[in-house]
């Protein structure tokens, strides 16, 4: 028996293929004119009848709903946050991708869909990918007009730069604050259908459940995070755009309250889960300084254009960085890989940080007994281009860097250490953005859709966005128009049970009493995860940590300590149901990882790699999406292929050389 | 580091409130202040006690959830700062440290240190936007935009809608977060056709959910996080006074 079938056998079994059956077939560059012109229309008079329910209010939640409500569709939109304008979009820095070819260098569609499929490293559907660039174009216009900031050169057109290793300048940014201000362009023509009396907002209510009848999404389960009243919502359709998983780690970049919820919960209602494992970690954050540290914050990966990464090459030498001499110094990044030195990709880059913090050789103050840090000196780029050029380029985030750490950056090197970014899988879409629920869609970081196994930067904001403004309003109004839906109230048997589910969860875990607080066991998840399902993965530790996640997950419902009660505005209560959640993703995501027998993009199997240490594929075996679905709470899920097809880009090993 | 802190305890908005002590040791210098109420939290779990209730989100001073006002300054002792990002090597060992919520008659306050601050999405409601519908907009490089101007206007837009403004001002007044948005769309060519309505719309709004006005004494300049200038309300002032010179429209 080969490992393959041996883990089948154990932690999961295989079902029939799946398939995208929406992408129209022809030209690639047809394929969504086509898509759009044989979907259905609805009347304009019946969308007033119609009801939307939209969960998440970031990038691709606040553009949705507004585009729907200037449609005329009722929307009802829900957000955990004080207000929409708080969804962690808003912290993304560098910029946002479009072909616009503003700056003649040679930019197109194609380009932008080539460089998206191969930085995904071939593991994302050329359909999707390639009408994601075709709409990258629009979005600039419609965020111009709605009066985001974008930077401008003295002529006042659009400034560009580039991003991320590929060779053309097509990223719009507004200083580092790209995300917050797209964000509040979307937020705000929100804000305007509200005021229209199209969407109406539910802020502080948390989605709990979804609630499926005659197999179709119907409404979902709310709680009202300030009275803690259990809300039933019915609706013609739901959207789900309530992000990322990243906080599975508990330490990620991600905010405190980013969670899995809204997805697990479908997930559990019979929508697939498409590539869990698939993780994005960045290189270049300031690392963990204690044993209380609560979230990361990443450091724009620019640095690296001019700082050098180095370690000392003794292990446990704790002299100052400045008292260490440069011959007992190790800048493993330009002794591994002299070609692209400190410029490696993302995954080859923190996979070597890690390395040398397992040696001992990590700087900085150590956490659990071992130092997890590497240097990131910029006394060169001082010495070469003098101290204010530096400050010109780089000098608000050494500000960051000092606020944070207290060290000055001009005297110390910076200390960097890799840390959870972004989570490349999601529930599993077709190009209509549907799930396998009919009648739930899912947009922006919460599918799987676009960036296969690996995102390029300032790719994120693209996707939300396409999604929001562009793609789902159509597909949306096709289901719509296709399906006459029955009325239902929130009477109707399988709501009432889905509300009752929810109660019963929140009782539970009010009266478990235990002996441990909702954040330990977070934590604990988090260590597991990042020890064996984090940068470096093997069967082996994978094989332990969905041991040990079982067990953890057991004691959780055991031993949780959460105290006060549903009726209140109760913090530790909204955080139990995430980590309860995040204890029964954690399970999937090693499991997906333990059965991808191969390496790419940002899932790394040690065992699979070439003599250089980079991501060794097997796209004979593994060139699919793995679309998982939930068979019981501890039973073995179920896996469904979707064969990749590259009909227009050749697959080829990624190189840097 | 060992500090005290006396910590704002509110059960709802019709509880009256009161400043109870606490005592936190082992406190790492690297650490955050919402990492300290963190581990106080983790502490009063344990010990059957309600933690105290506070909002945060990004924890990387962008998204605006959180603020609270350490020792009678909002967001506490260093300027251009969100709580989030206070650590606690701006303190010294022994220190005692008052923490209260943003205070103002329409921030209700939620539970402890949360408080309701919807008023700012509806102020943004009566016209905080650009009128364009998806799919409406001609090619972004149809309007260029002097490169000063992208700059003003993105100075404005920074605004993180935290609130600090009100908190600090003895008028209750939001004119900086109502100023910054006037100023941040009309700047902009794209936000000149509804200059006019906007600002009365918005202003009436401001007045509407209970903010005092402005007498330009500039707490608000000195505590915003963000640094948005006083100038912005000048801005609200001139298009108030425009708009009303054309007929109120």
């Given at each position: 028996m080969t490992i393959t079938e041996s883990t089948q056998s154990e932690y999961y079994t295989l079902g029939a293929p799946i398939a995208d059956e929406k992408a129209p077939a022809g030209p690639i560059n047809e394929r969504w004119d086509t898509r759009r012109f044989e979907a259905k229309l609805v009347n304009p008079a019946n969308r007033r009848k119609m009801s939307i329910i939209m969960v998440g209010t970031g990038l691709a939640g606040a553009s949705a709903a507004a585009t729907l409500g200037e449609a005329g569709y009722h929307v009802k939109t829900f957000c955990?946050?004080?207000?929409?304008?708080?969804?962690?979009?808003?912290?993304?820095q560098g910029g946002i991708n479009a072909a616009k070819n503003y700056r003649n260098d040679g930019d197109s569609i194609e380009r932008l869909f080539f460089d998206t499929v191969k930085g995904g490293d071939y593991r994302a559907r050329e359909s999707n990918v390639y009408r994601l660039s075709q709409v990258s174009v629009e979005i600039i216009d419609q965020c111009v007009a709605q009066g985001v900031p974008f930077a401008r050169e003295y002529g006042g057109l659009l400034d560009n730069r580039s991003f991320g290793g590929v060779q053309v300048s097509r990223t719009f940014y507004a200083r580092g604050q790209t995300g917050q201000q797209l964000l509040l362009g979307a937020y705000q023509a929100m804000e305007r259908q509200i005021d229209a009396g199209t969407v109406e907002m539910f802020s502080r209510h948390e989605m709990l459940d979804l609630i499926v009848i005659d197999g179709r999404a119907r409404g979902i389960v709310a709680r009202d995070l300030v009275t803690g009243e259990i809300q039933t919502h019915m609706a013609d359709a739901v959207v789900l755009a309530s992000g990322g998983y990243g906080n599975v780690f508990f330490l990620s970049t991600n905010a405190m309250g980013s969670n899995v919820t809204a997805t697990w919960k479908a997930h559990r209602k019979g929508a697939y889960f498409g590539n869990p494992c698939y993780t994005q970690i960045h290189p270049t954050c300031i690392p963990v300084?204690?044993?209380?540290?609560?979230k990361l914050t990443l450091m724009s990966e620019s640095l690296r254009n001019d700082g050098r990464i180095w370690v000392p090459k003794k292990a446990g030498d704790e002299r100052r960085p400045q008292d260490i001499p440069e011959d007992e110094r190790d800048y493993y990044l330009e002794r591994r890989y002299p070609a692209f030195g400190n410029l490696v990709p993302r995954d080859v880059a923190s996979r070597a940080a890690k390395a040398v913090c397992d040696e001992g050789r990590g700087v900085g103050p150590k956490v659990d007994g071992v130092a997890r840090g590497v240097y990131l000196d910029f006394a060169d780029a001082i010495a070469r281009l003098g101290r204010d050029a530096v400050e010109a380029k780089y000098g608000n985030l050494f500000d960051m860097y000092e606020q944070i750490t207290g060290e000055n950056p001009y005297e110390m090197p910076m200390r960097i250490y890799p840390a959870v970014h972004y989570t490349m899988g999601g529930l599993w879409v077709d190009y209509d953005l549907q799930s396998t629920i009919p009648g739930l869609f899912v947009t922006g970081?919460?599918?799987?859709?676009?960036?296969?196994?690996n995102r390029l930067g300032a790719s994120a904001l693209m996707q939300g966005l396409a999604d929001g403004y562009f793609v789902l309003p159509p597909t949306l109004a096709h289901y719509l128009a296709d399906n006459s839906l029955d009325p239902v109230d929130e009477n109707h048997p399988e709501a009432r049970a889905t509300k009752d589910a929810v109660v019963e969860q929140i009782d539970t875990l009010l009266s478990i009493d235990g002996e441990r607080t909702v954040d330990s066991f977070h934590r604990e998840l988090g260590e597991i995860m990042w020890e064996y399902c984090g940068m470096e993965r093997t069967a082996e530790g994978l094989t332990k940590a969905i041991g040990q996640i079982r067990a953890l997950r057991e004691e959780f419902w055991r031993n949780v300590k959460v105290p006060g009660t549903n009726n209140e505005f109760n913090q530790s209560l909204e955080r139990a149901g995430r980590v309860a959640d995040f204890l029964e993703l954690g399970e999937l995501m090693c499991i997906d990882a333990l059965h991808r027998e191969e390496s790419c993009g940002g899932h790394f199997r040690a065992e699979y790699q070439t003599e250089d240490g980079e991501a060794l594929r097997d796209d004979e075996n593994f060139a699919y999406v793995a679309a998982w679905e939930y068979t019981g709470a501890g039973a073995k899920p179920v896996l469904h292929k979707e064969d990749l097809e590259y009909e227009y880009v050749e697959m080829k090993q990624r190189s840097y050389k | 580091m060992n500090i005290t802190l006396r910590v704002w305890r509110q059960r709802d908005a019709a509880d009256k409130g009161r400043m109870v002590t606490y005592h936190v040791e082992g406190i790492s210098p690297d650490m955050s202040f919402l990492e300290v109420l963190d581990m106080l939290n983790e502490r009063l779990t344990m010990e059957g006690e309600d933690p105290i209730a506070f909002d945060s989100d990004c924890r990387e001073g962008i998204c605006g959830a959180c603020g609270l006002v350490i020792n009678g300054l909002a967001h506490g002792p260093k300027q251009m700062v969100t709580t989030c990002q206070l650590h606690m090597r701006s303190f010294n060992d022994g220190d005692v440290i008052d923490v209260e919520p943003f205070r103002a008659e329409p921030f209700t306050v939620i539970r402890d240190l949360v408080v309701d601050r919807s008023s700012f999405d509806r102020i943004i409601q009566a016209g905080g936007y650009i009128s364009v519908n998806t799919g409406a907009a001609p090619d972004a490089h149809a309007i260029p935009v002097p490169r000063e101007d992208a700059q003003d206007a993105f100075d404005a837009a920074a605004?993180?809608?935290?609130g600090a403004c009100v908190a600090a001002c003895p008028n209750g007044s939001a004119s900086l977060f109502l100023g910054a948005k006037i100023a941040h769309l009309g700047k902009l060519p794209q936000g000149q056709p509804e200059r006019h309505s906007r600002a009365l719309r918005m202003t009436a709004q401001h007045d509407h959910e209970g903010f005092g006005g402005c007498t330009q004494i500039g707490e608000c300049e000195a505590v915003c996080p963000k640094g948005i200038p006083l100038s912005v309300i000048s801005q609200t002032n001139a298009d108030v006074l425009g708009a009303l010179a054309h007929g109120g429209k």
């Open positions: 955990y946050q004080d207000s929409p304008r708080r969804a962690h979009s808003i912290a993304a300084s204690g044993a209380n540290q609560s970081e919460a599918n799987f859709s676009d960036h296969g196994a | 605004c993180i809608s935290c």
